[in-house]
């Protein structure tokens, strides 16, 4: 028997090229691993009304870790489904199957470490090196939303927003509700994981993203927990930025920051906004983890417009593999793998189309595999 089992879930368009690269190199380090191939994305959707079927959950549930290409995301409201000819008649609303996994296993921590690689010449600065942690299955993206709205939540909202309330005169299908629930409980948890990290690797300062000048009680409970569990570690030093500002330091000087803790939708532009400042999608790397199950994935999409021609960057998920190695307590190959893709980097014969290169997909992981 393995000493691994890890689910394999390769999804749509270049999610299945990425794994396939990611597979090349943990082959050459001889992980002792059994892969277990799981259904993820459109094609079950259209055939099966579920992007994200029991099968694949069950899998979950028995499994150390996963990798995750990418999914296609189309039709969000029925209207639209019924424009998609596969799913005519159905009825069905599509839901994103990895938001549903987050909130499913509760993989509670988004991780998404931001490294300039030398000689990377997408690099916007060199030594750029942060790392996000963005809470995962609460915020915005609780799911909880409303268009219509429904009369009851509007009669609620009425009343107990007065005299604020510039809606409530208005019909029910002239406006939309989405909430934003952060919970005391999601917040610190979140934020205490990014506070372990710094301790851990020696980090100097955690800074807390929110807007809680304007967005007063959500953002406001993030920021106090944030205070509060700061207290608990009193060799790191912590500060706090409004997510708005927070764009124009980070472009302004990006060394002033080292980790970085937000909910979950400013951890998500943020991430974007830095994996940019380090090479972009094809750089940008992501767990998203808990403590019984991890998830790891580049953060790209599924690039229909290059799906089949095998010439997307696989850096990103040859990175989140690294990510993967190191969560399951590998430290030493996870190691040899950054070693290695730095070294490919930084000596700019093999490249993709991004980095101003012809290479295709998997002739980087091979380059990256030989130096293993
Ligand atoms: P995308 O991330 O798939 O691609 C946007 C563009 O970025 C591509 O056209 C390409 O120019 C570039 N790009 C992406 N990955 C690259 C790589 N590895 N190397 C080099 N260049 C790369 O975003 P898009 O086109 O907005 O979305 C496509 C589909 O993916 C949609 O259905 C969307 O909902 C879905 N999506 C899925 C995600 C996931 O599975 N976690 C995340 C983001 C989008
Ligand atoms: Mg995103």
């Keep these: 028997m393995s000493k691994y089992k890890i689910a394999w879930l390769p999804g749509d368009g270049i999610g299945i090229e990425v794994l396939e690269a990611a597979k090349i190199v943990l082959n050459k380090l001889n992980l002792d691993a059994e892969y277990i191939h799981g259904d993820i994305g459109w094609e079950f959707w259209c ?17 150390n870790a996963a990798m995750f290409g990418a999914i296609t995301s189309k039709p969000v409201k029925t209207a639209e489904a019924e424009l998609v000819p596969e799913l005519k008649g159905t009825g069905l609303i599509y839901r994103s ?32 090196d942060i790392v996000v942690f963005r809470e995962n299955t609460e915020d915005l993206y609780c799911g909880v939303e409303f268009n219509p709205v429904p009369q009851e939540l509007a009669d609620v909202l009425t009343k107990l927003s007065k005299p604020f ?33 710094a301790r851990k690797f020696n980090r100097k300062k955690v800074t807390v993203v929110h807007k809680a000048n304007v967005v007063r009680a959500t953002d406001g409970l993030f920021l106090d927990i944030a205070k509060e ?50 090479g972009g999608l094809g750089f940008g790397c992501s767990g998203n983890i808990s403590e019984k199950l991890a998830v790891f994935e580049p953060s790209h999409g599924s690039a229909p417009k290059y799906s089949g021609m095998y010439k997307v960057n696989p850096i990103a998920t040859i990175l989140a593999a690294k990510m993967m ?24 014969k093999i490249r993709t189309y991004d980095m101003g290169g012809s290479n295709k997909t998997l002739e980087i992981a091979e380059a990256i595999a030989e130096k293993l």
């Design 325 to 348: 190695l190191d969560w399951l307590g590998e430290k030493e190959m996870g190691d040899r793998l950054e070693k290695a893709t730095a070294e490919v980097i930084a000596e700019g």
């Design 97 to 128: 199957p990895i938001v549903r996994m987050r909130q499913l296993f509760n993989l509670y921590i988004c991780l998404r470490p931001c490294k300039a690689y030398p000689g990377n010449p997408l690099n916007f600065k060199e030594n750029i």
């Design 165 to 197: 309330a510039t809606f409530s005169k208005m019909p029910l299908d002239e406006y939309a509700v989405s909430t934003k629930i952060n919970t005391k409980k999601g917040s610190e948890k979140i934020i205490r994981a990014a506070f372990d990290f």
């Design 47 to 63: 055939k099966e009304g579920d992007a994200f079927p029991q099968r694949t959950i069950d899998l979950l549930n028995n499994v």
């Design 229 to 278: 569990v700061a207290k608990d570690y009193p060799e790191i030093q912590m500060d706090d930025a409004n997510i708005d500002a927070m764009t124009m330091w980070l472009l302004k000087n990006p060394f002033n920051y080292d980790v970085l803790v937000a909910p979950n939708l400013y951890g998500d532009i943020i991430s974007d906004l830095i994996a940019q400042m380090v």
